[in-house]
């Protein structure tokens, strides 16, 4: 047992500064098989191109992350799941993480103002102060290729553009009629003069976005919304060409979810504007840009002018942790809201009566978190803490010592005699199931977070290409074949079912052909550090596997923000990102072939195979092994 131990921008937007430049330095973008940058402007159809290319789940996850509202909802969220402020360095690796699909691609998504925003701020971080925003972009970015969106009709994009701000709805999805937003007005007025400073504000954004092509020499891939609207699936399929996705001209392309926004008014709006053109209106050629009205300031602005909902959601979340108001608005300023908003947000906070509810219904639960984390505290007390190693262990003795008790131990001899032991072979596996087919779990190493995203991560292929590539001599955690494809229930697989017999002395045998399932993966294969619902005994067949094991009572120590799984690294812990996991008891201990484990609800565990390794893992005990589990 051990314990671990190891002022505003222009644009009011939290950023680093020169001073702390050195603390924040950028995690490198290249791990990506490929990066592609969206660069558009406000109403040219990104959000159905983006929507488009993410849903094939092969071409990244493309969307605003250098927006600054998006940036906020994650500065709330970090702010819940940690006591600590959001830098942008760690920003830039959850938008890394986030925008990538488990083959490796990454996509962004940029507006011009967005674009001009990033390079303020990367220019910010150490090492790349003083750089041309080529430079930038590349230091950033390596290699990423260039999509460039754009809109033939101005005018089209200009009405819209001003539809949009006006009632402040962007987007629409096919089937939905929302309500418009609270303030906004239902009947914008007719402005043939707003019209015509949107449209040279477009027209002036793409110039800037031709020019930045033209001076660092990018031959960007060039789409029009308008080719776009009328092939969608087609424009799809042609950018994942353009990425170099295996068989794009036969991938699926969902319908499109968003739906076309213009309508009678937008219609009449363009007859009137194009009425008052061809008549000799004078509307200004070169009209000057009300300051507001410019995408490259309106938009971060207007976040900032009130606290929105994510934050809200962390003031609720703090006042029911007893923060003080004093530090939730210092929290708020610090991310760029004024201190008589945020001020007016804690009072309002105050006396909200869904608020007020919810802290009346945590009270019970408050209880039961003190009491197991005292029971967690004294767990760290115990000087001897560590996984028993018994032989004969007896029914009786087994559930009460460790069953009952919550307690891990690892079991000699109960597997002698099994055929598995000595007939498991490539080549016996192969002749008796090979032609099965499996669900693998494969290009874990390009997604941070294969574990929580498995359902993308799933391929099917014969049990035999999957035995060779185990067997290849690869050390990696690219590919793992577990029990989720509950192959050992599959009809190819039965035979592999007389080769081991449940342990009648703690398992029901009769239910053993349902909940046996075999775990199977080559040398360097890791799950991160989570706990089951439910008891577990492993039996290790081929190989062998580290365990480093946290007791159930210490889950405050680990971080557990969602599912079943822990944010720490635990064979590499960040005590700056998880300060409290050197608090936690780590056991270690390596499971050896013919070797079971009794593994508790409950109980974090972190396993790397340090060989070609199998396992079989069983649920069936003679005792109640059924748990209510709240996520």
Not at 409 to 434: C, E, F, H, Q
Not at 587 to 609: K, Q, T
Not at 618 to 625: E, I, L, S
Request: proline share 6%; aromatic share 12%; with cysteine.
């Amino acid at each position: 047992m051990y314990h671990l131990a190891r002022s505003r921008t222009p644009l009011h937007v939290p950023a680093v500064t020169h001073a702390n430049a050195a603390k924040v330095k950028l995690p490198d973008w290249k791990w990506s098989a490929s990066t592609y940058i969206i660069c558009t402007n406000p109403r040219s159809g990104s959000w159905l191109l983006s929507q488009g290319l993410a849903s094939t789940s092969l071409a990244g996850n493309p969307r605003e992350w250098f927006n600054i509202q998006e940036e906020q909802e994650h500065r709330a969220r970090w702010r819940m799941d940690h006591r600590f402020d959001l830098n942008y360095a760690t920003y830039f690796g959850i938008a890394r993480a986030e925008s990538t699909t488990s083959n490796g691609i990454s996509g962004i998504k940029l507006h011009y103002y967005q674009f001009a925003e990033l390079l303020q701020r990367l220019e910010s971080v150490s090492g790349l102060h003083g750089l041309t925003s080529s430079q930038l972009m590349s230091k950033a970015f390596p290699n990423a290729k260039y999509i460039w969106l754009t809109r033939r009709d101005k005018v089209r994009q200009a009405i819209s553009f001003l539809l949009a701000s006006a009632t402040d709805q962007w987007w629409l999805i096919e089937g939905s009629e929302p309500d418009p937003p609270e303030g906004s007005p239902a009947y914008p007025e007719f402005d043939p003069n707003a019209i015509a400073r949107r449209e040279q504000l477009l027209k002036k954004k793409d110039r800037e976005w031709h020019a930045y092509f033209e001076q660092n020499h990018i031959a960007p891939l060039i789409i029009h919304y308008e080719d776009l609207a009328s092939d969608y699936p087609g424009t799809i399929r042609s950018v994942l060409d353009w990425l170099g996705i295996p068989g794009a001209s036969d991938i699926y392309i969902p319908p499109a979810r968003l739906r076309r926004q213009s309508n009678a008014l937008s219609e009449e709006w363009l007859t009137r504007y194009e009425a008052l053109i061809s008549g000799g209106s004078n509307l200004a050629q070169s009209p000057a840009f009300d300051k507001s009205e410019d995408s490259g300031v309106e938009p971060t602005q207007k976040i900032f002018e009130t606290i929105p909902n994510a934050w809200k959601q962390w003031v609720a979340y703090s006042k029911l942790g007893k923060t003080a108001d004093a530090h939730i608005v210092e929290v708020l300023t610090n991310n760029g809201y004024s201190s008589a908003s945020a001020l007016a947000e804690v009072r309002k906070a105050d006396s909200d009566p869904y608020l007020l509810a919810a802290g009346l219904t945590q009270r019970p639960l408050n209880k039961a978190a003190s009491l197991l984390n005292s029971i967690g505290q004294l767990t760290r007390l115990d000087s001897q803490a560590r996984v028993d190693r018994r032989s004969a262990l007896s029914r009786d003795e087994f559930r009460d010592e460790y069953y009952a008790r919550n307690r891990p131990v690892i079991i000699n001899n109960l597997m002698g005699n099994w055929r598995a032991m000595s007939i498991w072979t490539p080549d016996y596996l192969k002749r008796v199931a090979g032609n099965a087919i499996v669900e693998v779990m494969t290009g874990r190493d390009a997604d941070p977070k294969y574990e929580m995203n498995g359902q993308k991560h799933r391929r099917e292929l014969p049990f035999a290409d999957y035995i060779e590539m185990v067997n290849s001599g690869r050390v990696t955690n690219d590919y793992y074949l577990v029990p989720k494809n509950a192959f050992l229930q599959r009809l190819e697989a039965q035979p592999l079912l007389e080769d081991f017999d449940a342990f009648p002395e703690y398992l029901n045998p009769a239910t053993s052909p349902n909940q046996s399932f075999l775990w199977f993966g080559p040398a360097g294969t890791v799950t991160p550090l989570h706990h089951e619902k439910s008891n577990i005994l492993a039996a290790q067949v081929v190989g062998r596997k580290r365990y480093r094991l946290v007791p159930a009572s210490q889950w405050q120590y680990v971080y557990n923000r969602a599912g079943v799984f822990s944010d720490v690294d635990c064979e590499n812990p960040d005590l700056n990102l998880h300060p409290d996991f050197r608090n936690a008891t780590m056991i270690d201990i390596v499971l050896e072939p013919g070797e079971v484990l009794f593994l508790p609800v409950g109980w974090w565990h972190h396993v790397r195979a340090l060989d070609v390794s199998m396992t079989i893992s069983f649920t069936n005990f003679v005792f109640p092994n059924h748990f209510d589990w709240e996520q």
